[in-house]
């Protein structure tokens, strides 16, 4: 397992648009437009196999979670999202799975798939595993980061994201609704903070190194 550490960076700037798919490029243009700037403090492995896990305080996460691995390099990758929200309706299940790299979270074989992928390419999840939007302390992690790096013998990279958010009051609404709501009046726009943190070794006690990694993404998600 290598578990070599690299110093801060930032997301490389002035990439030619050229080399961009022209997906990626509306991604980046609908990026700036509903949130703003993105100020990374670390940097990814590159080149590297490993499970990438995020605080998940937004349904656009995936967004960010896109930007960041094209931003480094990364051709190749898969972000695993909930299933609800890959089946919630045709053209988001299309967007999701097709231009996002996602794959259901839900699936009896996340794991397997997971693990597959990994093979090749890094993977991104969100251990909470349901995104809100009101500001409250993260969530407690699922098992199944640490599980899917122990089988493939990868480390973990520890992500937070944190943006503007909405208060409380959004939760009284419905997933769509909120969804629209935070679209139509761009009310997650702001500086968003990235921060990224050590390579993390999985090894041990599932329920234990899951807990210890909670711990690394708070400090991240709390640093100014």
Same mark, same amino acid.
């Given at each position: 397992?290598? =578990? #070599?550490?690299?110093?801060?960076?930032?997301i490389?700037?002035?990439?030619?648009?050229?080399?961009? !798919?022209?997906? =990626?490029?509306?991604?980046?243009?609908f990026?700036?437009q509903?949130f703003?700037?993105?100020?990374?403090?670390?940097?990814?492995?590159?080149?590297?196999?490993?499970?990438l896990?995020?605080?998940?305080?937004?349904?656009?996460?995936?967004?960010?979670?896109?930007s960041l691995?094209?931003?480094?390099?990364?051709?190749?990758?898969?972000?695993?999202?909930a299933?609800?929200?890959?089946?919630?309706h045709?053209?988001?299940?299309?967007?999701?799975?097709?231009? =996002?790299?996602?794959?259901?979270?839900?699936?009896?074989?996340?794991?397997?798939?997971?693990?597959?992928?990994?093979? #090749?390419? !890094?993977?991104?999840?969100?251990?909470?595993?349901?995104?809100?939007?009101?500001?409250?302390?993260?969530?407690?992690?699922? #098992?199944?980061?640490?599980?899917?790096?122990?089988?493939?013998?990868? !480390?973990?990279?520890?992500v937070s994201?944190?943006?503007?958010?909405?208060?409380?009051?959004?939760e009284?609404?419905?997933?769509?609704?909120?969804?629209?709501?935070?679209?139509?009046?761009?009310?997650?726009?702001?500086?968003?903070?990235?921060n990224?943190?050590?390579?993390?070794?999985?090894?041990g006690?599932?329920k234990?190194? #899951?807990?210890?990694l909670?711990?690394e993404?708070?400090?991240?998600?709390?640093?100014?």
């Amino acid at each position: 397992m290598d =578990l #070599t550490e690299f110093n801060d960076g930032e997301i490389p700037e002035n990439v030619p648009i050229g080399l961009r !798919p022209p997906f =990626l490029y509306l991604q980046e243009l609908f990026r700036q437009q509903q949130f703003g700037n993105v100020n990374v403090k670390g940097q990814l492995p590159p080149n590297l196999r490993f499970v990438l896990v995020s605080s998940h305080c937004s349904y656009f996460d995936v967004f960010i979670l896109n930007s960041l691995f094209y931003a480094y390099g990364y051709d190749s990758y898969a972000v695993m999202a909930a299933e609800k929200v890959l089946k919630s309706h045709p053209l988001i299940g299309f967007v999701f799975a097709r231009l =996002l790299h996602c794959y259901p979270a839900a699936s009896s074989k996340a794991i397997d798939s997971s693990v597959k992928i990994l093979e #090749t390419s !890094p993977i991104a999840l969100c251990p909470e595993s349901w995104a809100y939007l009101a500001e409250q302390p993260l969530k407690e992690f699922k #098992t199944g980061a640490v599980r899917i790096a122990q089988k493939a013998n990868v !480390p973990i990279v520890p992500v937070s994201i944190r943006y503007n958010r909405p208060g409380k009051w959004i939760e009284m609404f419905p997933f769509p609704l909120q969804i629209a709501l935070c679209f139509i009046f761009k009310l997650n726009k702001g500086n968003i903070r990235v921060n990224i943190g050590r390579q993390f070794d999985p090894r041990g006690d599932a329920k234990e190194r #899951t807990k210890a990694l909670r711990e690394e993404v708070v400090k991240l998600y709390e640093m100014k």
